[in-house]
């Protein structure tokens, strides 16, 4: 099914740093294949402008209204976030938002962020990735669409030993990983939970677990919970904010969006 989708950019989301499996498996025409909450769903670019992209989705409608629409976040103005940012009048935040003004915060599967994340600690975007996919080939679980594209295990589907397997690259994050599923597997109300908590609470319940500290606390609740409040502030953010701005942001302005800002200027950053 074709769709037209406004202030958005597939290839500026796959590589915005917020996602591990967007694989790409054309660069012409430009086409990921996506596994969210075990559905799979290739997604073709047909046409992109500084409006929007028209996109070609292997879904049928019910799949993309029911389980893809909230994926991209399509419940989101993003007219409003762009004039929030003309409004503020900051001529770099400005130029960041012009670079990447595709991208959207995506509304990802909670669990599958939790143990991204926290595999994304002193890590590169390219070994967060091969180390994820390498998890979902190990522990071998179908989509629904399509059988060869495997999906997340969830907690209770595999043996936390998985994680100890050297070529997943885990390194010394294993421990943090073996807790925390061992955790969500013992506490099945836990993930629910989260989903019905505050910002602040999330953030500081997500603490307390071992290996979570604030930066991925704050990934976690942004883009596992879309708290768009969370700023997450990893070493890029911390040195744009001493760069540009005198080590302080002001998130104030920008409340109930700001993860959304800080995307575009992390983005900015990387590319």
């Known amino acids: ?53 028209v996109l070609d989705f292997s879904c049928d409608e019910v799949t993309f209204d029911e389980v893809f629409s909230d994926f991209l976040d399509l ?25 990447g003004y595709g991208i959207r915060i995506l509304k990802q599967d909670l669990w599958e962020m939790i143990v991204s994340f926290l595999i994304s600690q002193n890590n590169n975007i390219k070994r ?52 925390i599923y061992e955790y969500a597997r013992k506490n099945p109300d836990w993930l629910n939970m989260l989903s019905g908590m505050s910002y602040t609470d999330a953030y500081e319940n997500l603490l307390s677990h071992l290996g979570i500290g604030p930066k991925v606390s704050n990934c ?3 883009f596992g919970l879309h708290h768009t409040d969370a700023f997450p502030i990893d070493t890029h953010i ?12 002001d998130t104030d302005y920008f409340k109930g969006i700001a993860g959304i800002i800080q995307q575009y200027l992390f983005y900015y950053e990387i590319m």
């Open 238 to 249: 911390k040195q744009l904010l001493d760069k540009y701005y005198d080590g302080h942001f």
């Open 128 to 179: 967060i990735s091969n180390s994820i996919e390498a998890i979902c080939k190990k522990a071998d679980l179908p989509s629904i669409e399509n059988p060869d594209a495997k999906r997340f295990p969830r907690p209770g589907e595999i043996d936390s030993s998985l994680f100890d397997d050297p070529s997943l690259g885990l390194g010394y994050r294993v421990p943090y990983l073996k807790e």
């Open 75 to 99: 419940g989101t103005d993003y007219n409003y976030v762009e004039k929030a940012i003309y409004d503020f009048n900051d001529s770099h935040l400005i130029e960041c938002y012009k670079k």
């Open 1 to 53: 099914m074709k769709k037209y989708i406004d202030h958005f950019n597939l290839k500026m989301i796959a590589k915005s740093g917020q996602c591990f499996r967007f694989k790409c498996i054309s660069e012409s025409p430009l086409t990921y294949e996506v596994v969210h909450r075990g559905h799979y769903v290739k997604i073709t670019e047909l046409s992109a402008d500084k409006s929007g992209s």
């Open 220 to 222: 976690i609740c942004l």
